[in-house]
């Protein structure tokens, strides 16, 4: 393992040292708002101990990113491939543009989680956030997941206002004892079901076993899941290429 003490170095010269490294297994100490940490990188687990800038994991190509502290925006911007795991809160658009991956927040997410996510054959982004999230979740999501477990939330929707806006594909899955409310009509609403959760169950399994939680518990609870209404789709209004 190779540790690089982020301290009074600048983002770009940290990166480089990522990039340069011969060892897979790199743990960054002092971390401190260096910005596109593990950009592009592919074959590396990176852990960092601190707090990490914007970017994070941006265009991430199969590394896993391990952050013992919070993140800030813009987390696994058009990732490619990987995992990332935060153990705190993160910021606003997590998962921008996600291609693929896994990403897994313990706490709370900042607005527009998931926007902009798709999918493609084989490739299937997965964003799973423990606590709440903002307003706009799952913004003109086109494809992939979102799990939103609403630990700690009281049973409430864990949810910002405006979830689903411009959403055409993919699925999102909220646990709450209640509905989610002010749903857009492009987007359909209905309790999951034993399949439902068969479906998400290796992905709550992930976030359970890395994060200290207990998967069957987690899926004891009601989860509602959304999904772009057929009858008055969103994918109606865009262009086609």
Do not use: W
């Not at 900042?110 to 903002?134: D, L, S, W």
């Not at 959403?167 to 004892?177: E, K, L, T, V």
Request: hydrophobic share 30%; glycine share 16%.
């Amino acid at each position: 393992m190779t540790v690089l003490n982020a301290n009074e170095i600048g983002y770009y010269d940290l990166n480089k040292k990522i990039v340069e490294c011969d060892d897979n297994d790199i743990t960054i100490t002092d971390a401190m708002g260096q910005r596109y940490i593990g950009c592009g990188v592919a074959g590396k687990t990176i852990t960092v101990e601190g707090t990490p800038g914007n970017a994070l994991g941006a265009y991430l190509d199969g590394s896993t990113i391990i952050v013992h502290g919070n993140g800030q925006d813009a987390i696994g911007d058009t990732m490619n491939n990987g995992e990332i795991f935060i153990h705190g809160n993160c910021g606003d658009t997590t998962g921008y543009a996600m291609r693929s991956g896994k990403i897994f927040v313990k706490g709370n997410a900042g607005y527009r989680v998931g926007i902009h996510m798709k999918e493609y054959h084989e490739f299937y982004p997965k964003i799973i956030i423990g606590g709440k999230v903002g307003d706009f979740l799952g913004e003109y999501q086109a494809g992939g997941i979102i799990i939103v477990l609403g630990i700690g939330c009281d049973g409430k929707a864990p949810i910002g206002s405006f979830c689903g806006t411009g959403m055409h594909g993919g699925h999102m899955y909220i646990r709450s004892d209640e509905a989610p409310k002010g749903l857009p009509v492009q987007v359909s609403c209905e309790v999951a079901d034993d399949s439902d959760k068969a479906d998400i169950r290796e992905y709550v399994d992930e976030f359970a076993k890395n994060f200290g939680y207990d998967t069957n518990e987690l899926l004891k609870g009601r989860f509602y899941k959304l999904s772009p209404n057929t009858a008055s789709p969103y994918k109606q209004l865009y262009t086609h290429n």
